[in-house]
């Protein structure tokens, strides 16, 4: 597979016809943030006749505003004076610091202990699920501009959140019966080889492990590297693991991220879904809405529609969460129940599976169902769907009505009806 970074990047942009003022953007901003394109989502994926207004090319390229105009001004003065590679790194750090790498707070929060540990790289927030993080999984086949997990790939080592070996989440799992779903994530587990990839589920297809009902796999492979699922020399074999967590009861569910109906259209990506379908595992489909790549009703609708029809069950529509480059990405939240409702009104009821806009926050995933009244003042109607207080999940409650909010954080309570919560 071939990739493209740092100045290899550069050179693919320009030999694709990208004129000096973007390759200057591409340099400034891949000096901070971290960019990875493979051939692909090069050649296969991106309309280079509409770059750079092509979707695929706005997820995966720099654009200057991913940088605060500061920042963006510190890093070109750098580059532009010939500044040495130490001098950039160290700027670099400074600012990718800034940039709120770990929304939510889920480094400190929902880190579970083991024999009075805390295990980093595992996360039980909700009751019946847990998140693993293989460390062999700590990157992806290609990066997305608008990712939250970028802290996981710049290497700064306190932003790493990431398990070396199974036997914590064994032992973590043997002291919590009540999860029944284990989801691992990265970056992206399906970077891994298949053979690394068993070792970390094979443990839970053991007697012992019963109580695992649920294997998830939260990867982006199906849009960037569905050779993956198909020409891999290992593709088979992981077919086979799936086959064989079925067999032995499991439910296997592969979290696919797709951002954009054209990550749909390609032989590759259709063969790699039927392969994966016929061993039985299923795909619930997810991504975030993001300002210039997704942000118009007609790409939900397509998407969802095209998902169905390849045997997809779409999942979730995030809200983008509050880190790096939200000023760019960033929907206001009326914003989004605009183009949810406008994407499901066209579709059956096999295409409104989709959940959304919801939102990851720190309380818990917030269902955001709409726009009403209450008390006499203009409201957001909001509920959580997954909460770390289980008595929370499925009450309505409301939020005060603001054209400009965005995240969780921006929502302020209700005036006469107080504190922002479920009544
Ligand atoms: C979304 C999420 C899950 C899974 O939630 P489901 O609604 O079961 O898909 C689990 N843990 C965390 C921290 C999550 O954000
Ligand atoms: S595939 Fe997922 S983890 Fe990887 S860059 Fe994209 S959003 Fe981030």
Redesign the pocket.
């Known amino acids: 597979m071939k990739i493209y970074s740092s100045e290899r990047l550069a050179r693919l942009a320009a030999d694709r016809g990208m004129p000096d003022d973007y390759l200057r953007d591409l340099r400034v901003v891949s000096s901070v943030l971290p960019f990875k394109v493979n051939e692909y989502v090069a050649d296969e994926l991106i309309d280079w006749s509409a770059a750079p207004d092509d979707p695929i090319f706005r997820l995966t390229f720099p654009h200057r505003d991913m940088l605060p105009p500061h920042a963006y001004q510190r890093m070109a003065t750098l580059l532009d004076s010939g500044a040495d590679r130490k001098e950039i790194k160290a700027a670099a750090q400074e600012i990718q610091t800034s940039l709120n790498p770990h929304p939510g707070d889920?480094l400190a929060s929902?880190v579970p202990l083991v024999d009075g540990r805390r295990v980093e790289g595992l996360?039980?927030?909700?009751a019946?699920?847990?998140?693993v993080f293989p460390s062999q999984g700590q990157t992806c086949h290609s990066y997305c501009g608008y990712c939250f997990r970028w802290a996981q790939f710049v290497g700064i080592s306190e932003l790493r959140q990431a398990i070396r070996g199974p036997e914590a989440m064994e032992k973590y799992l043997a002291e919590h019966p009540e999860i029944t779903?284990v989801?691992f994530t990265g970056g992206d587990p399906m970077i891994m080889k298949t053979e690394v990839l068993r070792r970390w589920t094979d443990p839970l297809l053991t007697r012992e492990r019963d109580t695992v009902r649920t294997l998830?796999f939260g990867t982006k492979a199906l849009s960037y590297w569905p050779q993956r699922f198909t020409s891999d020399p290992d593709a088979d074999d992981l077919l086979r693991l799936f086959e064989e967590a079925i067999a032995a009861g499991k439910h296997v569910a592969v979290?696919a991220h797709f951002s954009h109906p054209n990550e749909l259209e390609t032989d590759e990506v259709r063969k790699a879904v039927s392969r994966i379908r016929s061993t039985g595992a299923v795909i619930r489909t997810q991504a975030p809405l993001i300002a210039h790549i997704n942000d118009a009703p007609g790409d939900w609708s397509r998407m969802w529609q095209r998902q169905v029809e390849m045997g997809m069950s779409p999942?979730?529509m995030f809200m983008e969460r509050d880190t790096g480059a939200q000023s760019y990405f960033g929907v206001p939240v009326v914003r989004a129940l605009e183009i949810y409702r406008a994407a499901v009104r066209g579709l059956s009821g096999l295409g409104r599976t989709a959940r959304g806009p919801v939102m990851?926050a720190a309380p818990g995933?917030v269902h955001v169902h709409g726009i009403a009244e209450a008390g006499g003042e203009k409201a957001f109607v909001l509920s959580f769907?997954?909460a770390r207080d289980p008595e929370l999940v499925g009450r309505p409650f409301f939020a005060a009505y603001d054209e400009s909010a965005e995240w969780w954080d921006d929502f302020k309570p209700l005036p006469g009806v107080g504190t922002l919560g479920p009544q």
């Open positions: 889920q929902n996360q039980h927030k909700y019946e699920t847990m998140l779903d989801l998830r979290m999942y979730y990851s995933k769907l997954q």
